[in-house]
Structure formats: structure tokens, C-alpha cells
């Protein structure tokens, strides 16, 4: 099977997006690499799945806050 790059990207982030998803306490390395490769129509999943985070943990991590919030910066105003 062949991939052109931004499906290989696309596809790299969507099983990446899917481990985040499911760790109570993801991987900051993965989460880097989700953000080097995450196209502008993902960053409203990814938001969804970080805010899940938050929301199961009593005490979030700051860099994880942080995260969200640059994360956010990036959506479009309407």
C-alpha cells in the first residue's frame, strides 16, 4: 500500500490520537509528535481528547493545562 505524505501523517496522528485517547496519562513525546503532524481539521479531536484528561483527572497537570491552551490558540475565531 502506498501513502502519499499527508495520509502517512494522517494516519500517524489518528494512532497516535487513538493511544492518547486511551492512556490515563499519555505520552508527552506522543503528544509532540501529534502536534508536529496535526492537520488544522484534527485540532478540535485532539482538544476533545486532552479536555478528557482534565476533566477524569481531581488534579490536572499544569503542562498539560498549558498544552491545551496552546493547543486552542490555534482555532480559527469565528
Known amino acids: 500500500m ?3 505524505r499527508r495520509e502517512a501523517q494522517g ?3 489518528q494512532t ?3 493511544k ?3 492512556d490515563n496519562y499519555p505520552s ?3 503528544m ?3 502536534e508536529e503532524s496535526l492537520p488544522p481539521e484534527m485540532i ?3 482538544l476533545e481528547i ?3 484528561k482534565v476533566e477524569q483527572d481531581n488534579i490536572p497537570s499544569i503542562p498539560l493545562l498549558k498544552r491545551i491552551s496552546r493547543i486552542a490558540a490555534q482555532v480559527p475565531a469565528r
Open 44 to 46: 478540535p479531536e485532539y
Open 32 to 34: 509532540a509528535i501529534v
Open 20 to 22: 492518547i485517547r486511551a
Open 50 to 52: 486532552l479536555l478528557e
Open 2 to 4: 502506498s501513502f502519499t
Open 28 to 30: 508527552t513525546s506522543q
Open 11 to 13: 494516519q500517524l496522528v
Open 16 to 18: 497516535l490520537l487513538e
